[in-house]
């Protein structure tokens, strides 16, 4: 796991030290002694996290970071605030202004790199995200990917606590409580069967609990499905430095110890929540874009991409099964001079209601596809030629029959279409062979005068 690290630092020494460190676990590392410098390797897209100095002349780091959180550019670049031991206070301050997490300077080696790893795979997943859905930037999927919408989606998050100590957790839902909805569970058992059950945003774990190993909670909620991607938060007492390094290793999310600071607590969930829907929305829109990727939008019918990758599963599974199947393709007679007669839109009008049309006089399980400009494919298992044609024939009824209502009500068209149908014949056949022999058909019904079906030579 290898990433780009910038240590920014107005003390020369700090730096080396820091560098040395870092790449001593084959990180990368960029450095940066101004705010402004690091603002602007960050806006550059150079690194992947920032391990960032509170105390700076000119832009300390609470400013520096609430500007990163405020660029959408780098909002998403995760922060690590380097206090001193002598001002607790900034530690908060620091998660405040949206850092993700902080260290306290002397620096603990163990903590530095086990932090920071943590935080290379959140950045490392979003990254990927990240890049899928820009592919989706029409649908305002940049818009989405900033922060401060996403915080503004839901409000109230249900965090799972599990505590077996009532005088513990009593403390820790009263904190909680303020900003989120608390369910507390003492028992493992039950805390994994409901999280994994239920749609929890957070978990909070005692890593002290009184007769089960909490770590082995931590890796059951890690490797189940629906919890992996759960944060975690363990709550440990001060002596229990190797426990929370191990929970870390197993992909926790971050840890807080005993005596719990409220405001600690608190700025430490919403970072995990933020991070968490910020995740979720991205999935979402990566889901939207592959969608929108596969969908025509002028019909909402599948279109030839989607074809193109799903003509030969339903072939193969036609030839496995011995089953039969057909395809259509149909293609609006003299399409082009309705679009140099009427214009385009009353063009797109024509072609939505076609559209409409095609699906009401197919079965759910067969694939309608515009296959490109006036051009459709319709994709029929279990059905034989001679069912296939009875369709086809529909089709062509309900086009000719019918004119076209378009200019909302202002105009009817007179419309046909012509059809060509095939079969999938032998073992020997491809769905390349099928589409060709439609096509012939198609061909030839045009040839003949338009407005007709007309199978595969045999
Ligand atoms: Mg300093």
Redesign the pocket.
Known sequence: MTARILVV???HA?IKLMEARLMAEYFQVLTANTGRDALEICENGQCDIVLL????PEMDGFEVCRRLKANPKTAHIPVVMVTALDHPEDRVKGLEAGAEDFLTKPVNDLALITRVKSLVRLKLLTDELRLRATTGRDLGVEEMLDPKVIGTQREKARVLVVDDRPSSYERIVKFLAVEHSVAVIPDPHEALFRAADEDFDAAVISLSLSDFDSLRLCSQLRSLERTRMLPILIVSESDQDAGVLRALELGVNDYIRRPIDRKELLARMRTQIKRKRYNEMLRDSVQATIEMAVTDSLTGLHNRRYLDGHLAGLFDKALGREKPLSLIICDLDRFKSINDEYGHDVGDEVIREFAVRVRKNVRNLDLACRFGGEEFVVVMPDTDIALARIVAERIRLEIATHPFIVKDGAAQLPVTVSLGVSTLESANDTPEKMMKRADVALYNAKRAGRNQVMTEAA
């Open positions: 630092d107005d003390v700090n100095d509170v105390m700076m």
